[in-house]
């Protein structure tokens, strides 16, 4: 089992940059495959980006391609999204999330959650 817990979200202005960390308990890290999802108002969860137990591999969402980038530290048990040109519509609530499935994109496939942090971007 792994605990998470997500950081840095905040106000920022569009075009600005941000970047998340998402610190993991337990010592058991490694075995897990992590993702950041995002929930707007209104909206489903949806996919943000995701990391191979390694960090060697990673997956993007169309939507964040070429401005976001996911990265992890497996000796400090930590997940990072640094967010860059962001805009209005990145806005949302963002999730760190754990599982056991490479390359899933959904939701289901990810079995630990953090309680999220809230990114607000204005224009």
């Known amino acids: 089992q792994v605990q998470l817990v997500e950081s840095g979200g905040g106000l920022v202005q569009g075009g600005d940059s941000l970047r998340l960390s998402c610190a993991a308990s337990?010592?058991?890290?490694?075995?897990?495959?992590m993702a950041w999802f995002r929930q707007a108002p209104g909206k489903e969860r949806e996919f943000v980006a995701g990391?191979?137990?390694?960090?060697?591999?990673?997956d993007y969402a169309d939507s964040v391609k070429s401005r976001f980038t996911i990265s992890r530290n497996n000796a400090e048990n930590m997940v990072y999204l640094q967010m860059n040109s962001l805009k209005p519509e990145d806005t949302a609530v963002y999730y760190c999330?754990?599982?056991?499935?490479?390359?899933?994109?959904?939701?289901?496939?990810?079995?630990?959650w953090g309680q999220g942090t809230q990114v607000t971007v204005s224009s």
């Open positions: 999330a754990a599982g056991v499935a490479p390359g899933r994109r959904a939701s289901d496939d990810y079995w630990y």
């Open positions: 990391v191979s137990y390694s960090g060697g591999a990673t």
């Open positions: 337990g010592r058991t890290f490694t075995s897990y495959v």
